[in-house]
């Protein structure tokens, strides 16, 4: 069974600071995807940043990064220079072989910017 | 890019009647689209899966009855919440994959229905 876990409810960062959610993952499959959405308040996932296990660099897109850390099994995002329009839920996800297209999703962390 | 729209935003009902949601790929073909259930301040739920041609493919403890899905084409699929009650007030939220090509990884996610059920 996959599993995804995003262990900060709750995030508060200066504008214009980096900021790094956590997220760790649990897998079988030998091959999967890895996946950053955006939630704000309107409800609408917004498709952040994906990184493929077999991927050799970490992905960017940005001002998102995701350090890939595959041995810890880890794909934390990062946003560099934090803006207050950052401020929503974000989601980690994955998707593995076995589970065809589905997503599997982390419980969230609610990303508060402050001016 | 991929788009898709999912309608009604919010819908308010009375309980004992049904709902309908519409989920549409706007400029891609979907052969396969998820709905998702999410309750306040939670994740996200995959429901199940929406198969063109076929049955939808449900997750454990989901009632097949309760949430009917309907993917009649490439470009639509719907979920009837059928004698819809309080409890099932929640978030519906619909994904498509765009097949092939540099986006053939990435979910698209519709706005999201709430469902209020008085």
């Known amino acids: 069974a996959q599993k995804i876990t995003q262990t900060q409810p709750g995030m508060f960062v200066q504008e214009k600071e980096a900021v790094t959610l956590d997220c760790t993952y649990d897998t079988s499959d030998p091959s999967y995807g890895l996946f950053w959405y955006k939630q704000p308040s309107s409800g609408e996932m917004i498709f952040l940043i994906y990184q493929g296990s077999y991927d050799q660099q970490n992905a960017t897109e940005g001002r998102y990064s995701l350090n890939f850390q595959k041995a810890r099994k880890s794909a934390n995002l990062v946003i560099s220079a934090s803006q207050l329009g950052d401020s929503a839920m974000y989601f980690c996800a994955m998707r593995g072989v076995q589970g065809a297209q589905k997503l599997v999703f982390g419980q969230g962390t609610r990303l508060t910017i402050n001016p | 890019g991929a788009v898709v729209s999912q309608h009604p935003s919010r819908v308010i009902c009375k309980s004992g009647t049904s709902v309908k949601i519409e989920c549409r790929s706007l400029?891609?073909?979907?052969?396969?689209m998820f709905w998702y259930r999410q309750f306040p301040k939670q994740s996200l739920m995959l429901m199940a899966t929406?198969?063109?041609?076929?049955?939808?493919?449900?997750e454990q403890g989901v009632e097949k009855d309760k949430f009917l899905i309907n993917h009649a084409s490439l470009t639509l699929s719907t979920l009837t919440v059928t004698s819809a009650h309080p409890e099932d007030s929640s978030f519906y939220i619909c994904?498509?994959?765009?097949?092939?090509?540099?986006?053939?990884?990435?979910?698209?996610f519709g706005a999201g229905s709430r469902l209020t059920v008085l």
């Open positions: 994904s498509a994959r765009r097949g092939g090509g540099r986006g053939a990884n990435v979910l698209t």
């Open positions: 400029d891609f073909q979907a052969t396969t």
């Open positions: 929406s198969n063109e041609g076929s049955k939808a493919t449900y």
